[in-house]
């Protein structure tokens, strides 16, 4: 793994001052890409994290002092915001045109539902989100992390500093290794949002013990959740949560489950077709859309969806064994 600041870097920013930002999730690439991002340019960089508003409280601890444990700078925070969002659609079922268009017209009692409930911003990005568009997020359409990263984090902090000139060069812990679409990104790539924002992703042909090693020489633990057997660190739960990942947030945090409950029933009020379900309707092995409560029980089942396993429905262990070895976890 290269831990040189490449000169190309000074290439893209064309002659204008170049300013560093790391995009920060909480998860080990992200922070293994913080990490470098300190060794290569002595701690002169932003570090960024855009908060969801579905993350878990031990992810929000872990990214507030990622400063204190590395002596890097502060990890500032990024919030969406979506109240123009809620008033547009407001003001288009009221207008009318939601029943009189030709494709897919609403009822006229779907509409009265969605207005009765207000379509009032609740500061939480994802619902509000999903709330403004009547559907969550799913494989073939994640436009989570478009709204709630990628145009957060540019229209809120990386374009006031391209407002001043400089050249922003954007960290990205992507590694190719994690999956064949990931291993089509490039390592460098000019933004579409702008032609001072160049996408650097570093971590492109590392592997899993580069990650590894780089918390080691920093003597940085992992996120504690991945130390309770959590494959990956994000959204709680993401939509592209595995079955093991949706049968320990069941096990150890319900209340996560129950908050998805909640929002079903909200995002299913505001949608055209009054259903919505967080999780893809083929995730649980359906043909058909299913809630949190089916796709949970899913979880606790063996491979093919028939028979329960027993283990899987037990009291969860007092302490898991971390999936990344080296003694990293919390």
């Not at 902090?157 to 490039?186: M, N």
Request: aromatic content about 10%; some cysteine; overall charge positive.
């Amino acid at each position: 793994m290269s831990t040189c600041l490449p000169s190309r870097i000074l290439e893209q920013a064309q002659g204008r001052p170049a300013r560093h930002v790391v995009s920060v999730s909480g998860g080990k690439d992200s922070t293994a890409t913080y990490l470098l991002a300190l060794e290569q340019t002595g701690g002169d960089f932003d570090a960024v994290f855009a908060d969801t508003g579905n993350e878990h409280e031990a992810t929000y601890e872990y990214v507030a002092r990622l400063h204190e444990r590395t002596g890097g700078p502060k990890v500032q925070t990024v919030k969406a915001d979506f109240l123009r969002e809620l008033a547009r659609k407001r003001a288009w079922l009221e207008s009318g045109k939601a029943t009189s268009r030709a494709m897919n017209p609403w009822t006229e009692e779907r509409v009265q539902e969605v207005l009765a409930a207000g379509l009032e911003p609740s500061g939480v990005p994802f619902l509000d989100l999903c709330v403004s568009r009547g559907m969550f997020p799913c494989r073939s359409r994640a436009f989570c992390s478009r709204y709630l990263k990628r145009f957060a984090l540019w229209y809120q902090f990386q374009s006031p500093l391209t407002d001043k000139e400089l050249h922003i060069v954007s960290w990205q812990g992507i590694r190719a290794e994690e999956s064949a679409r990931r291993s089509c990104y490039p390592m460098w790539e000019l933004s579409p949002d702008s032609e001072l924002l160049t996408i650097y992703r570093p971590l492109m042909g590392w592997s899993v013990e580069d990650v590894a090693a780089m918390h080691r020489r920093h003597g940085i633990k992992l996120n504690p959740l991945y130390g309770m057997g959590f494959s990956r660190v994000g959204c709680m739960p993401c939509i592209q949560s595995n079955k093991q990942d949706i049968r320990l947030i069941a096990r150890l945090f319900p209340e996560h489950i129950a908050k998805i409950r909640k929002w079903e029933r909200i995002v299913r009020i505001s949608s055209r077709s009054g259903q919505a379900t967080f999780f893809h309707q083929d995730t649980a092995g359906s043909n058909v859309p299913v809630g949190i409560d089916e796709v949970v029980r899913w979880s606790m089942t063996r491979r093919g969806g028939k028979q329960f396993d027993m283990l899987a429905c037990a009291a969860p262990p007092t302490s898991e064994v971390c999936i990344y070895a080296g003694g990293l976890c919390e």
